[in-house]
């Protein structure tokens, strides 16, 4: 019989020394196995790690990030540090890779043989069956697609879940991260907590789109991969605006009726994996967030009610995949937070996260589900109980 449990705290207080003396009087006594520290970019991070590595037993591990809001069971908050610590039947190792921007993939390969190591085993010889994997990146790097092929080149079959370290900043040139592995705090890496347990477990993710069985083809990309140049052999803007019914001015994401709403999905079977685009550009151009192929064809998808959907999932979805779910780590893809906030929705969506299992969470920069990049999306490491 096993399980595992998760304690959560928030503090909205700015002096390192009192927040974390709040933070652990809220979780009270322990030793747990992992704490995770979300907390808002703002922060002194390498303060806050300090004084919370001080409080925390010798063997419990740390991992965590900079983030644009923080998540627990009362909902998504700003300017705040969510902590929480797990225990129970897990053991924990983690791995830290640096030089993302300048080899994706030795990084993502040296955090998770680093985190197999630690557990006495490697990615080859993981058992899937009692393993999952947490990710946390520098989610302004770009690097996900790269570095999952790192971290899962030993062993496909590896369930990943997580999602890039982030900030509340705006302006493109002004947005940095930072990431947490113990006592460490950096920037241009990522780490990996492999996790193994008996206890039930799923690595989940959500979204509130429905597929529209209308599909789309890119058919010339940019030499960096992350520009649709044509779709169905046409201007990429202006065909996408056709397929949705807009103009292209009004393609943006957050746009009412834009990218947003009419987003793209690659299909796997029966599942959909989200592949939002981010703006028209001006040479006529498809900015995407993710690697592109040519040739690739994408499902259009349409926005449903995100707070609805959202519950249905944490009611409903959760307990079918997760034998008595106890403890959830959220990745929240920081555009679903936006989306929210521009139809007036962020109130009910926040208030959700009470109908699930105690949490712990933050906004994302983008997401990753096994060895995929995915935005506009929530991904969501469950642990369950069997007694």
Avoid: W
Avoid at 48 to 53: E, I, K, S, T, Y
Avoid at 257 to 279: H, N, W
Wanted: glycine share 10%; with cysteine.
């Amino acid at each position: 019989m096993a399980k595992v449990q998760l304690r959560s705290a928030r503090t909205t207080k700015t002096d390192v020394d009192e927040a974390i003396a709040e933070l652990m009087e809220q979780l009270g006594e322990g030793e747990p196995r992992l704490v995770t520290l979300f907390a808002s970019r703002d922060r002194d991070h390498g303060a806050l790690n300090r004084a919370l590595r001080d409080r925390l037993p010798r063997g419990t591990r740390l991992i965590g990030a900079s983030s644009a809001a923080e998540i627990d069971h009362r909902g998504v908050g700003f300017g705040s540090v969510v902590v929480s610590a797990l225990d129970g039947d897990l053991e924990v190792g983690v791995g830290l890779g640096g030089g993302l921007s300048e080899d994706a993939l030795r990084a993502g390969s040296t955090a998770m043989k680093s985190a197999c190591a630690q557990l006495g085993t490697s990615p080859r010889d993981l058992d899937t069956r009692t393993h999952v994997g947490l990710v946390i990146d520098d989610g302004y790097k770009n690097k996900k697609e790269e570095l999952l092929m790192g971290a899962l080149d030993q062993n496909q079959g590896i369930l990943l879940v997580g999602g890039g370290a982030s900030c509340g900043e705006m302006d493109p040139a002004k947005q940095s991260a930072l990431v947490h592995v113990d006592g460490e705090v950096a920037e241009d890496c990522v780490a990996v907590a492999m996790i193994r347990t008996d206890a039930p477990f799923g690595a989940l993710r959500h979204h509130a789109y429905t597929p529209t069985d209308e599909r789309v083809t890119i058919t010339e990309v940019s030499d960096d991969g992350y520009r649709a140049l044509t779709i169905d052999d046409r201007p990429a803007a202006a065909r996408y605006a056709e397929a949705i019914g807009v103009s292209v001015e009004e393609l943006p994401f957050g746009a009412p009726r834009g990218f947003s709403d009419r987003p793209l999905a690659m299909r796997v079977g029966r599942e959909y994996f989200m592949r939002s685009p981010l703006m028209p550009m001006p040479d006529g151009s498809v900015l995407f967030a993710n690697l592109l192929e040519e040739g690739a064809e994408y499902e259009l998808m349409k926005l449903g009610d995100q707070p609805t959907m959202m519950r249905e999932f944490l009611e409903e979805e959760v307990p079918r995949r997760v034998r008595s779910p106890q403890a959830a780590l959220y990745f929240h893809c920081n555009g679903r937070q936006y989306v929210a906030m521009q139809k007036d929705e962020a109130g009910a969506l926040s208030s959700t996260f009470a109908a699930g299992p105690t949490c712990a969470g933050f906004n994302v920069q983008f997401e990753i589900y096994c060895g995929f990049h995915i935005n506009t999306t929530l991904t969501a490491l469950v642990f369950g109980s069997d007694e």
